[in-house]
């Protein structure tokens, strides 16, 4: 085999790990430092500060004592309280008073010693950071994109196929094919709006430009232009990219996203034949849809067949600057909507309504993290920001060796007025561990198998 061939493959590789080690580490560092900070605004003082576990490349102590640190395995972190270690090695039954009996005012700056309400704020606080993180990300993601002007104005204009379009940029759009375009308060759903529209790759605008009314001629507004190809999806395989415009399928001309969108849906997952514009240049492809769960509004799922693109417009909406409230309401909605879609995926596929497949695991996590970066900033920041969801969420499991798990124990003592017994915890933990090694197995497995 030529090695030469090998290079783009090694490249692509390279800057998938790369972008899963930066999504990785981000997240893990906002986790821990919620840990860290709420530690020491308790008490309770941090030994060591970690990103990454093994051999230590660098480190650098502050002076509050904490040795912050990078080590070679970028795959977590943790954080190293006061005390942990003494508590790891007691022997022959020693308790932490006992231990610290020589410097008893040394034990309120420990884990173990410190009170209930310190402890399970310091416990608590790595996945409300995750959250939080998600929160703000998304807040930010609202403010820079900003919110479609009223009326609909065209911004930037998307290059596709059709010729003779005199639609331009800054036109206020008043109809389309004789159909009134949706306002924000006249109460016309852009579903409804969509429905009514004549089914042709050309159609007559009213517009507004410079203060005149007019009719131009404008592209159908929702062609099936490719605005983003998801991860692992049966269009990535393919190598289909933003920006391509699907002008056939099996030979049919089409012109609207809807009828491609019906095309896949009712496929059966049989293979399809694409033809497909991209810039200037006809390309034929083939590829079969793959079936994929997807939440409904009543908070279900249906599986359906998708091939793994996403529509939009013919232009991009101009957008004005959004208020610091609004996008903030925003981001809470949607970090609130990530955790609610995950749970609902839980608890489907616990009850076989939706196939397992769905848990992804370092592999697929990567390859995504890869494909995100690959579409721009703002796409890989954004899937951070719904990986630190995922990950706070995740931690909040009532699982012992988790963070969920600490905080049973912690609401374990504050109703029964004493910890439970070493022996117990132990056991417990040993419990808590197998299951996540199981289930990453599992993940891992439908990243190879799926």
């Known amino acids: 085999m030529n090695i030469i061939e090998l290079i783009p493959q090694f490249g692509g590789l390279v800057y998938t790990i790369a972008a899963f080690v930066i999504a990785l580490s ?196 929702f062609p099936p232009y490719v605005h983003r190809v998801a991860p692992r999806s049966a269009a990535m395989d393919i190598d289909l990219r933003p920006g391509d415009v699907i002008t056939a399928l099996d030979g049919e001309t089409i012109h609207a996203f809807d009828q491609l969108k019906q095309a896949v849906e009712s496929s059966g997952g049989r293979p399809l034949l694409l033809n497909v514009w991209r810039d200037g240049e006809m390309l034929d492809f083939a590829l079969a849809p793959r079936r994929t769960d997807e939440p409904t509004p009543d908070g279900g799922f249906a599986t359906l067949w998708r091939i793994g693109i996403a529509g939009g417009m013919a232009f991009e909406p101009a957008t004005e600057t959004a208020g610091p409230v609004a996008a903030f309401l925003g981001g809470l909605s949607q970090t609130w909507s990530i955790i609610q879609g995950s749970l609902s995926g839980l608890w489907h596929m616990v009850t076989g309504a939706i196939s397992t497949c769905n848990i992804s695991g370092p592999i697929g996590i990567a390859e995504t993290s890869g494909a995100m970066a690959s579409q721009g900033a703002q796409s890989f920041i954004s899937f951070i920001a719904v990986l630190s969801t995922a990950v706070g969420l995740l931690n909040l499991f009532p699982i012992p060796a988790l963070d969920g798990g600490h905080l049973m124990f912690y609401a374990y003592e504050a109703v029964v007025g004493k910890p439970p017994s070493d022996g117990v915890v132990r056991v417990l933990m040993a419990i808590g561990l197998a299951l996540i090694l199981s289930l990453m197995v599992f993940a891992l497995g439908n990243d190879l198998l799926c």
């Open 26 to 221: 981000v997240i893990v560092a906002v986790h821990e430092y919620g840990h860290y900070i709420v530690g020491r605004w308790s008490g309770i003082h941090a030994e060591v500060f970690s990103l990454g576990f093994g051999p230590v490349l660098w480190s650098r102590k502050d002076r509050r004592g904490t040795r912050w640190q990078i080590a070679a395995l970028p795959f977590g972190g943790y954080v190293k309280f006061l005390g942990d270690a003494n508590a790891a090695s007691g022997k022959d039954g020693e308790t932490m008073a006992e231990i610290y009996r020589e410097s008893p005012e040394d034990l309120r700056h420990t884990m173990h010693g410190a009170p209930l309400w310190a402890r399970s704020a310091t416990v608590a606080a790595g996945p409300v950071f995750n959250f939080v993180m998600s929160i703000l990300v998304f807040t930010a993601v609202f403010m820079v994109q900003g919110v479609a002007r009223d009326p609909l104005t065209v911004g930037k204009l998307y290059p596709l196929p059709e010729q003779g379009i005199e639609l331009r940029e800054g036109d206020e759009i008043l109809s389309i094919g004789g159909v009134e375009a949706p306002g924000a308060e006249d109460g016309i759903s852009w579903s409804a709006f969509t429905a009514a529209l004549p089914q042709a790759p050309v159609l007559d605008y009213r517009v507004r430009r410079d203060g005149q009314e007019m009719t131009v001629t404008g592209p159908y507004p």
